[in-house]
């Protein structure tokens, strides 16, 4: 994990990628929670503390199948969930880290509705917006011929 996160990020910083400490965002008060905390490996001095609702709404992208095709349909759909909830103002996270473990994947799916296997699950609401994380050049990234 440290490889793509940094403690910090300055003009200076030969690093153009990654997710900056400032992106992290401010810890639970109530103690740990069940959300992967990327600044847990190297703690960040003045990090602050925030309450977070005790009930978050969730919300499960699942297939019908568990092929690379149901992967790739899975992921496409995430793309729509997330460009949506931008463009609705509506703050996003997720989490698959549940789902890497198959004695837990099946547990986090609804047994009376006709859900077949759970690819992610999303977190949304209403909160500050954080700070803009750094790009990489689209030319670094992707390469189009004609």
């Given at each position: 994990m440290d490889l793509w996160t940094s403690?910090?990020?300055s003009a200076?910083?030969?690093r153009r990628d990654g997710i900056p400490?400032?992106?992290f965002g401010p810890k639970a008060s109530g103690g740990p929670t069940p959300v992967r905390d990327f600044?847990?490996?190297n703690p960040i001095p003045d990090r602050g503390w925030?309450?977070?609702e005790k009930r978050p709404q969730l919300a499960l992208l699942s297939t019908e199948g568990d092929t690379k095709a149901d992967w790739l349909r899975a992921?496409?759909?995430m793309e729509r969930?997330?460009?949506q909830a931008t463009a609705d103002g509506i703050a996003t996270s997720m989490t698959s880290h549940p789902l890497e473990w198959p004695e837990l994947r099946w547990t986090v799916r609804d047994p009376v509705a006709a859900m077949g296997h759970v690819q992610m699950v999303f977190r949304l609401g209403y909160g500050p917006a954080g700070p803009d994380t750094p790009r990489r050049p689209?030319?670094?990234v992707l390469e189009v011929r004609e």
């Open positions: 403690r910090t990020q200076t910083s030969t400490a400032d992106a600044g847990w490996a925030a309450v977070f992921g496409q759909a969930v997330l460009l689209l030319t670094e």
